[in-house]
């Protein structure tokens, strides 16, 4: 009786270890542990410019099951490929033109809580993050590794106790984070005025309008600065802005979002005598054109638009042939008082 009271005391004592054993290996590193059901994602935009416009978007990140070796086993468990059924599979965050530095970072997360798990042991899973192919974002390409640990329920059946996260690449447990960045590009509109009767004092009135798109909304703001100043102006993406312009001056958007459209125009372009042209560059993709009065999409390339008005006069003919005798008689006069000057001389 004694030594069977003794048998049971130590196989009660061996299960208790086993579990205290399971227990210190998945807690023994806290990063990328989490004790529950569910596991947090977190989206971090790399930002730090409150003047640069965050865009409206939505980042996906996707759960599947990865594929294992029959053989594999992890902390004394058999290792097997995730299962979705009861899973939702896919989660999102989103980001809006009003959020700034101390909003870069968004959490969500996958939840294991109805998955229908067929027995006890750990469950692989990868998890990605989606391209959403918007203009200018970089999207992390990195893959991360999930371990679900499932154990027996206390009213049976099966349920998780632990969501371990690893970074594919190093093995290492981590906390799940995608970071993203998105770029900016500058816009810059110069006027040059050319011509013998060019006005090179005279200020020519532009007209920008940055349109409204589906990752810029109207009614945001980017800032414009004009040469020779220091003052910083806000443009408002779809409403009209006016500004005028000298010989040799121009102005500068910045920090403008890659993706935008944007529309210029003059309006005393082949005005008054003048003939209007322009040049185009994009420091990516080289000389380009522009007409005045396009739409135009941003790309990574910084975009310079050069502006000319030209004005060349010529001196009309009809006064030219009405100064003609005029022109003879001079020089005929002019003839007779040198003749009679060296007459008096002699």
Request: charge should be neutral; hydrophobic fraction near 35%.
């Amino acid at each position: 009786m004694k030594k069977n009271k003794l048998l049971l005391a130590t196989a009660i004592l061996a299960t208790a270890l086993g579990t205290a054993s399971l227990n210190q290996n998945v807690k023994a590193e806290t990063a990328g542990v989490v004790t529950g059901k569910t596991l947090p994602i977190t989206k971090s935009m790399i930002y730090t410019d409150n003047d640069i416009l965050m865009p409206k978007t939505t980042f996906t990140f996707e759960i599947a099951p990865k594929v294992v070796e029959s053989a594999d086993t992890v902390d004394g468990l058999k290792v097997r490929a995730g299962i979705t059924e009861g899973l939702v599979t896919t989660t999102t965050v989103d980001y809006t033109n009003a959020d700034k530095s101390d909003k870069k970072d968004k959490t969500t997360l996958f939840d294991f809580s109805n998955v229908k798990f067929t027995e006890v042991g750990v469950y692989r899973y990868t998890v990605s993050e989606q391209d959403g192919a918007v203009e200018g974002i970089e999207y992390d390409k990195k893959q991360w590794t999930v371990d679900v640990y499932v154990v027996n329920g206390p009213n049976g059946g099966f349920e998780p106790k632990y969501v371990v996260s690893r970074d594919s690449e190093t093995n290492d447990k981590k906390p799940i984070i995608f970071k993203n960045s998105f770029d900016t590009t500058s816009l810059k509109v110069t006027k040059k005025v050319t011509g013998n009767t060019g006005e090179l004092q005279k200020n020519f009135t532009f007209k920008l309008m940055l349109k409204a798109g589906e990752c810029f909304e109207a009614g945001q703001i980017v800032k414009l600065q004009k040469s020779g100043s220091t003052d910083k102006i806000d443009v408002t993406i779809g409403k009209e802005y006016q500004f005028t312009l000298k010989n040799g001056e121009s102005i500068q958007l910045d920090k403008l979002p890659v993706g935008i459209s944007y529309q210029l125009e003059e309006v005393e372009a082949d005005k008054d005598g003048y003939k209007t042209t322009t040049n185009f560059k994009d420091n990516l993709q080289g000389e380009g054109t522009y007409t005045l009065g396009a739409t135009q999409v941003t790309d990574k390339g910084a975009d310079e638009i050069l502006v000319i008005n030209n004005r060349d006069t010529q001196v009309p003919t009809g006064v030219v042939g009405t100064l003609a005798p005029f022109a003879v008689l001079s020089i005929v006069a002019i003839g007779g008082v040198i003749y009679i000057t060296k007459r008096k001389k002699a």
